[in-house]
């Protein structure tokens, strides 16, 4: 465990965001220009024209290289500097959402490795409800059309791409984690003893075979060489203590309702409103989201539904082991996603996944 007085005084720089200046710059938010939207037309095209479905696309298929080129530097910055990007104009009723899927998966292959979302394996998630009782045990938030509280997912990148709104609600909040650090220095230092500790992990019972129900304690606050990074999951952590039958203590209780309240205070939030086309891509050691509930279409077909990569992205930031729960015997980490529970352990990779090389 590091001494938390040896941390930079404040996070400085592009990432350290609030409402304010990030309304102010709007660098963050891109549109496709005509030479961009027409790669994606012929790349699209080519799916129809070979047949091709998401079991048997490659990242070949995707000849955008103006595209391809965009979106890695859009990565590189916008995400892996400021910690958020947003990209608009793809014209979402021209193609299918079988279409829209391949293109998705597509650029995911270009950017960084997809990993697995869930138990089943799925790389590319669908974000909708299954009308899931959120409060019940191993039910993951994506499943309901209840309101999130701000989290990070367990992956280097989260991207979306909207399909389908829902008709009410539905809305989608970031904040810095960068900015809620320096709020807790200035405000709360003595809480980054128990913050640099952190909290026991429930993993909602898609742990695999090597794995425990619940993790060791993963910090709230981490920091590599002065750069600092940020997990928090709420409900994960109370439901993780409740699985190994212990209590919070009054302080931590104190810590995590402060750390709550500061991913509500207005000034720091920054709220919008998906169409369909849309894609946002979020650096989860840097931004944490949420979502607003929301009443669904009627017609299913009409229903709320946007398509998830989680991506694996080298270079991006240099971390922690711990933060990332690494496993040295197993060389699993959260940067792995959700193994499939008879999945062989991932200690083969050839380089350590903490690392920004």
């Known amino acids: 465990m590091s001494n938390t007085s040896n941390w930079p005084k404040t996070a400085s720089g592009p990432g350290a965001w609030t409402r304010a200046s990030l309304s102010a710059d709007e660098s963050w938010i891109h549109r496709l220009d005509e030479t961009l939207l027409e790669e994606i037309e012929r790349a699209i095209l080519g799916f129809r024209r070979r047949r091709l479905t998401l079991e048997t696309l490659c990242a070949e298929d995707l000849d955008c290289p103006s595209l391809i080129a965009f979106m890695r530097e859009f990565i590189r910055y916008d995400v892996g500097v400021r910690g958020v990007g947003s990209i608009r104009g793809l014209p979402r009723e021209r193609y299918t959402d079988a279409e829209l899927e391949m293109l998705f998966w597509g650029l995911g292959l270009h950017l960084g490795v997809g990993v697995s979302q869930n138990a089943d394996g799925d790389r590319l998630g669908h974000v909708r409800s299954k009308a899931l009782d959120y409060d019940a045990l191993n039910v993951r938030g994506y499943q309901t059309s209840h309101e999130l509280a701000f989290h990070c997912d367990p992956s280097d990148v989260v991207g979306l791409l909207c399909l389908h709104q829902a008709p009410k609600g539905g809305d989608s909040a970031l904040v810095s984690g960068l900015s809620i650090y320096n709020a807790v220095l200035a405000e709360h230092p ?18 695999a075979y090597y794995q425990q129900p619940v993790s060791a304690p993963v910090p709230v606050f981490a920091q590599v060489n002065g750069q600092v990074s940020m997990r928090y999951v709420r409900k994960s952590i109370e439901t993780g203590m409740a699985k190994l039958g212990r209590k919070l203590s009054a302080e931590e209780m104190r810590v ?13 939030i920054m709220n919008m409103r998906f169409k369909p086309g849309d894609m946002q891509f979020v650096n989860n050691y840097m931004v944490l989201h949420s979502r607003t509930s929301y009443e669904d279409h009627i017609d299913p077909e009409r229903r709320r539904h946007l398509l998830r990569l989680w991506l694996k992205v080298e270079g991006l930031r ?12 197993s060389g699993w980490s959260r940067r792995e996603g959700i193994r499939p529970p008879n999945a062989p352990p991932p200690n083969t990779q050839t380089h350590s996944p903490f690392s920004a090389n």
């Open 190 to 207: 003595e809480f980054m003893p128990i913050l640099e500790r952190g909290f026991v992990y429930d993993r909602r019972g898609e742990e």
């Open 318 to 329: 240099e971390l922690e082991p711990r933060f990332i729960e690494y496993d040295e015997a």
């Open 256 to 268: 995590l309702k402060y750390i709550d309240e500061l991913t509500e205070r207005p000034e720091l």
